[in-house]
């Protein structure tokens, strides 16, 4: 059905406007002064705008609309900003059935409907008749849960049944119940006459935000430039015009989980700058809160960019990470020869003094690099959870090609019926034109102790210590050790 033509539209639409409340005169609402939005990085935002809206002592009936189509209506909140104890919320409806052509078909089951077929060579072929079925249907399963199920249009004729009608549709009315726009209406008691400046807030699905970095780091990957992008998706049927923006960092906790947002953007390469960041940061609560310098219009069904800072010369750390024996349990037999590749990690301080210092958000890391060419080229990323100021960050890029690890056990030994000793040797080859410091990571359970290595190792907690394995360019170091185990 290409075209929808709707009879006597005006008329029809201005007794849906007061179908809620009979034939009642709704009071003025004027158009947004002020909007400002909240959005978490759980799918969903806070709202608050507001309105001046023109009351008489007594009850008012008052539409208010362009409110999000996926609002929570219990999550509403009215306020009279100029009389807070004068107005008072007496009863809210949420109307949210749209004037779409489903829905329209939907509310005409069992009405005369008139659809013109336009036929080749300019013909017109009419179809009149009492509609018997729509072409999309509501279906509650036993939990109460809602799906949509296609059907075919189906019309009753004078000389027949037709199935699949479409084309251009006529009627004479449009059903009760259907509003142009998701609209919230409210009885209100008011004990002060005039115009009032109110706040509507409320809470509502389809807003989203993520944090992605851009991380350009030099030749000897000592130090890199880093970019920050948020980038924010509004699937929440709205439009919020000249917004004051703000983003909630931190895992807020909701009784019902939100969907993850579905776009995923390749953030475009920016040359990180010294500029002043054009979000302010605070902490609130125990989460952090990002407030955007002036305001911007977010837009339905509009993905947005925004840069959250710039850091230049971050000093970082290259880290050469084996770690090939994280699952295995030595003393229930799980040893053996064991090779793994070498983890290539970059390890950067979120700190005043590395031009850093502000809490970063979760998000996704892409690491640069240029070439002998001068282009630039990508050379892995990472994922990072929220990070507070003064906290490490290791972003894993991929593994090493030029440097090989191996793990091989070389005797075990059953000392008694609770106590094994487990000897291990760990080959560390080096390809690369320069030197390279290898950390081989080891885990053991229970109680256990080193009796002897041929290297110095760091116990790093209750199962697991380290070895820091320094390799010449184009040579192998070894490491042996015996672990007793009890």
Known sequence: MSRTILKSLTVALALTLASSYGARALEEVSDSKDVSITIYNQNFGLVRDNRDIT???????????????????????????????????????????????????????GKTVKFNQYLSGGAVREITGTLLSSPSVSVSDSNGNVSERRQATVVKTGSGIVVGAGGELEITELPDGLVSKPSLLWKLESEKAGVHNTEISYQTQGLNWKCDYVAVANADDSMLDLTSWVTLDNKSGATYKNAALKLMAGDVHKVQNADAMAPQMEMAYAKSSAAEPQFAEQAFAEYHLYSLKGKTDVRDNETKQLTLFNASAVPVKKLYIFDSNGGVQPYYGG????????????????????????????????????????????????????????????????????IVGERVQTGQQQVNDRVQRLSYSISIRNHKKEAVTVTSVEHTWGDWKILNSSLPYTKKDAHSFEFAIKVAPNSEEKVTYTVEVR
Do not use: C
């Open 335 to 402: 040893g053996g020869d064991q090779s793994k590749k070498i983890n290539v990690k970059l390890e950067l301080a979120n700190t005043q003094a590395n031009n850093l210092g502000m809490p970063m958000p979760k998000g996704k890391v892409r690491v640069y690099k240029k070439d002998n060419d001068g282009a630039l080229q990508f050379v892995g990323e990472d994922l990072i959870d929220h990070t507070a100021k003064d906290e490490k960050i290791r972003v894993y890029l991929g593994d090493a090609f030029d």
């Open 55 to 109: 009351l008489k002592d007594g009850i008012n009936y008052v539409r208010f609309e362009d409110v999000a189509a996926g609002i929570d209506p219990t999550t509403v909140s009215f306020t009279s900003l100029t009389a807070p104890n004068a107005v008072a919320v007496r009863e809210q409806n949420y109307q949210f059935d749209l004037m779409d052509m489903d829905t329209i078909l939907a509310r005409s089951v």
